[in-house]
């Protein structure tokens, strides 16, 4: 049974085996993904964002919001409820509604306008957890969402954004005019749920269109897509950093040209997520590498059944895996070579 939740019209915060050809590309360090004036642009108005977020705060709030670039805490995220999960960082429960603003604007400069409403339709499903939970137990609800800046804010030295909290971590990592959002995991629980009488499913569209690519093959290329084994988790979740495994599926260069727009706008669903400068670029980096790009199945084809799909190519690993559950959904976003920014950061 979905939950009903009447929102507000004024939200605070609208918030394993190596493949030789991978191997050699993580080896070599595949070229990184171009940079113009759009993406230096977003840089300077994103840093800005990020200084009026630091300048909002006083010096209790920035000892909680800054951590050192090369510190454990890159690495520390989770889909986890806190306090399964510890998280660090400002926590928007404790911001008042100056900061919590500042905090939205700092998202909706960094996310792209569809990456930022996906974030807060994830966030108003938690609200929607929490008006369901029974008391105690895990911490549910939009004010139960961190924030955190690793390495100082800069146009010029790596530094990264943390945001996330339960079903949600998103990692942008910068340097200059290059920008990395892997690894990066949104998830939905509920999958769906109604406000105002409208239905909103945050991760509806990676949904949809995936079922549509799937059924989109043929028998002979469904035999090649469909495992012949059950997924039934995430395998390069969170903990799951410098893991590697063996693609899997139907290759994307045995798909034909209108099935081969449909994967790589599924792939969009996620590269998206960041803003669009950094999002076009690293769309044409992996349009290039389309042919060694392969597209796994596990599950039944049928629309609103539950099943799990992977996508992988060199330089890109995506994973949708429901957990027991079509109204429960955890997705991976990873990139090989660049996860935290590690392509651009050692240079």
């Not at 509604?97 to 792209?112: D, F, G, I, K, M």
């Amino acid at each position: 049974m979905r939950l009903v939740f009447r929102v507000a019209a004024s939200l605070a915060v609208g918030l394993v085996l190596v493949v030789s050809a991978t191997t050699r590309a993580q080896r070599a360090g595949a070229p990184a993904s171009p940079s113009g004036p759009a993406a230096a642009d977003a840089t300077a108005r994103i840093v800005t964002a990020a200084q009026a977020v630091v300048a909002s705060l006083d010096a209790a709030g920035r000892a909680k919001v800054q951590f050192p670039f090369d510190g454990p805490q890159k690495t520390r995220w989770s889909n986890l409820p806190s306090p399964m999960f510890e998280r660090q960082g400002v926590r928007l429960a404790d911001l008042t509604p100056a900061q919590r603003s500042a905090v939205t604007a700092l998202l909706t400069t960094a996310l792209s306008r569809d990456g930022y409403r996906k974030v807060t339709e994830i966030m108003h499903g938690d609200e929607v957890l929490k008006i369901g939970a029974r008391g105690g137990g895990p911490a549910f609800g939009e004010d139960q969402y961190y924030l955190a800046f690793v390495g100082m804010p800069s146009s010029t030295a790596p530094w990264m954004l943390q945001f996330g909290g339960h079903h949600l971590a998103i990692n942008l990592t910068m340097a200059g005019a290059q920008a990395s959002m892997a690894p990066s995991l949104p998830a939905a629980q509920p999958a769906a749920y109604t406000v105002e009488g409208r239905e909103i499913r945050p991760l509806g569209k990676e949904n949809d269109k995936a079922f549509a690519l799937i059924n989109a093959l043929d028998a002979a290329q469904r035999s090649q897509a469909i495992l012949p084994y059950r997924v039934a988790d995430l395998v390069l979740g969170p903990g799951q950093d410098g893991r590697v495994i063996q693609p899997e599926g139907i290759r994307a260069s045995a798909l034909a040209p209108a099935q081969q727009a449909m994967l790589l706008d599924l792939i969009h669903e996620w590269v998206g997520i960041a803003n669009d400068a950094f999002a076009e670029p690293r769309m044409a980096e992996l349009r290039a590498s389309l042919p060694q790009t392969y597209f796994a199945w596990s599950g039944p084809t049928a629309n609103g059944s539950m099943a799990y799909f992977r996508i992988q190519a060199p330089a890109l690993v995506i994973e949708y895996a429901p957990q027991r559950s079509v109204d429960h959904i955890h997705t991976i976003y990873r990139d090989p070579t660049n996860d935290y920014g590690a392509r651009f950061v050692s240079k």
